[in-house]
C-alpha cells in the first residue's frame, strides 16, 4: 500500500490523539479547574476544527485514563484528583496475570448485565455509537492498528446504553488498561496483540452487538459473558505456562 493509500485510513487516529494530548495538557497546566466542565462537544469541533467522533475518541481516551468524568446530561467534567484502581497497586503486582484475571472477574459482574440492560434500554443513537464502535475495531485490525482504545468504546458504548450512568462511571474508574489489546495495558504482550486474538474478540464483539439490536437481553448477556469467561481462560492459560 503507498502513502498515498494509506494517509486518509490514519488521519482520524492521528486527529484523536492531537485532541487527547492538547486537552491533556490544558488539564494539567490548570486551564479548566478541577471539577470544571469542559466545553461542549459542539464547541470543541470548532475549537480544534475536527468532526465530532474525533471529539468523542479524545474524551474517551481522558475518562479512560481518568482525567475528565462525563454526566449524563450535564457535559464532561475535569475529575480533581484522577483516581484508579491501579494506583493503589505496587508496580510488580499491577502486572501481574493474577490481577488481571482478577479484574475480569470484577468487569463480568459489571458488564454482563449491563449488556442485558442495554439490548433493551438502548435508544437508536446509542445502538449506532455500539455499531460504529466495532467497525473502527475493524478498519484498525486491517491496517495493523491498536484497537485497544476502540475496544475499550466499544464496551464503554454499551455501558453508556444502558441509561444508568454509574455502569459508565465504574467502567471508566477501571480504564482502559483494562483492555489486553490495549498497549497500554501492563498485560498486553505480542501474542495478546496478533491478529488472530484480536479478529476472535471482533467476533464475540459482534455477537454481543447483535444480540443488543435485536433486543434480546438473554442472548446480549450470553455473548458478553462467553466473551469475558473466554479472556478470563486465555489469561489462565498464560499463567500455567509462566
Known amino acids: 500500500m503507498s502513502a498515498t493509500e494509506s494517509s ?13 494530548g492538547t486537552l491533556r495538557r490544558r488539564i494539567a497546566a490548570g486551564e479548566y479547574d478541577a471539577s470544571g466542565k469542559l466545553p461542549t462537544e459542539g464547541q470543541m469541533t470548532t475549537i480544534f476544527g ?30 480533581p484528583s484522577p483516581a484508579s484502581p491501579f494506583n493503589a497497586l ?10 488481571a484475571i482478577n479484574v475480569l472477574e470484577v ?12 439490548a433493551v434500554r438502548r435508544s437508536a443513537s446509542q445502538e449506532a455509537a455500539i455499531q460504529e464502535a466495532w467497525n473502527e475495531f475493524g478498519r484498525l485490525l486491517k491496517l495493523g492498528i491498536p484497537t485497544g482504545k476502540t ?11 444502558t441509561n444508568n450512568p454509574f455502569y459508565t462511571e465504574v467502567l471508566e474508574a477501571l480504564g482502559s488498561r483494562t483492555i489486553p489489546c490495549d498497549v497500554a495495558s501492563p498485560w498486553s504482550t505480542e501474542t495478546v496483540l496478533s491478529r488472530e486474538y484480536q479478529a476472535g ?18 442472548a446480549a448477556r450470553e455473548a458478553m459473558r462467553q466473551h469475558l469467561s473466554r479472556s478470563q481462560e486465555r489469561y489462565r492459560a498464560r499463567l500455567r505456562t509462566v
Open 8 to 20: 486518509p485510513a490514519l488521519r482520524r487516529p492521528k486527529l484523536a490523539d492531537l485532541v487527547t
Open 50 to 79: 475536527v468532526s465530532r467522533t474525533v471529539v468523542r475518541e479524545a474524551i474517551a481516551a481522558l475518562a479512560a485514563d481518568g482525567l475528565v468524568q462525563s454526566r449524563q446530561g450535564a457535559g464532561v467534567f475535569v475529575v
Open 90 to 99: 505496587g508496580a510488580e503486582s499491577a502486572n501481574k496475570i493474577s490481577v
Open 107 to 118: 468487569r463480568m459482574g459489571i458488564e454482563i448485565e449491563a449488556a442485558g440492560l442495554a
Open 151 to 161: 475496544d475499550f468504546a466499544f464496551h464503554r458504548a454499551i455501558a453508556a446504553a
Open 201 to 218: 474478540l471482533q467476533r464475540e464483539h459482534r455477537a454481543i452487538m447483535e444480540a443488543i439490536s435485536a433486543q434480546d437481553a438473554a
